[in-house]
DNA sequence: TTGATATATGAGCATATGTTCATATTTAGT
DNA sequence: ACTAAATATGAACATATGCTCATATATCAA
């Protein structure tokens, strides 16, 4: 019955409507790994406020206090964003004196960006 | 100094690093309420579990009991995420008797989990 | 060095999220 | 009609998230 009796007592005990397939699946799906970094990737986009941020460095480098005040929100919230991004690698900087501007590290994101927009107007 | 002085009190109060560029990007924004449907679409994209089930119906369409067994989950906890999936037009399904098939609703979503797994291996 | 500016960060709080448990709903078989 | 099977759903609970407040760090200017 279960592919692994046993080893998940709460799972739907259920037999199998079409074990080959589960088996089959099973073996080309990614590792955990993976699968965690995927959804971490999705999580840091998964914020208005971080969405609004990569809008608009994805049209031109800013500095935070100018994004604070584009946003209107505190620099401190917004530094915690950064922050964030950044550990995601979505967001670069370059410090000039005491200002720090950031930008996209990389243009795929944009394009992932607009992927799910686009997704999102065809419905 | 602040663009629109004394609407938001805790905004960093700072002059402008380059007052016109934020004006320039302020106006190629996207409207708040597009904004928010994008953050919900990758929020519906940012749990492993959900990530699993997206990737194992890329492969096959399976029922909810088939999708527990191959998660090591409860159907509880699978029919919980396929519901919030369906609601973000991820996932569709078709009913065989009392048994619910899902699979994607559109293969654009699984373009762009690749595009992020891509993303993630080039780094 | 001292004071001011720009950014970063830790703690705390209110809200959101993912799972479990119990139970409801729907359908098939007898 | 009755029972069992497959799925759906509401409530509850532990953990995660996003913001605020206070404060630390870094840099410039005098």
């Known amino acids: 019955m279960n592919i692994e009796a046993g080893k ?3 799972v739907c005990e259920i037999n199998f409507t079409d074990e080959e397939a589960v088996i089959l699946v099973r073996e ?4 955990e790994a993976k699968v965690h970094r995927i959804a971490e990737m999705f999580k840091a986009l998964s914020d208005p406020t971080r969405i609004r941020i990569i809008e608009a460095l994805s049209i031109k480098e ?4 100018d994004l604070a005040n584009l ?3 505190t620099q401190s919230a917004i530094s915690h964003q950064l922050r964030l991004l950044r550990q995601n690698s979505i967001l670069k900087y370059r410090k000039e004196g005491r ?3 950031y930008s996209l590290d ?3 994101v944009s394009e992932i960006l607009n992927s799910v927009a686009s997704h999102i107007s065809h419905r």
């Open 8 to 10: 998940f007592d709460d």
């Open 28 to 31: 080309s799906m990614s590792e």
């Open 62 to 65: 800013l500095c935070v206090c």
């Open 71 to 73: 946003l209107g929100m």
């Open 99 to 101: 200002v720090v501007y």
């Open 106 to 108: 990389d243009e795929h």
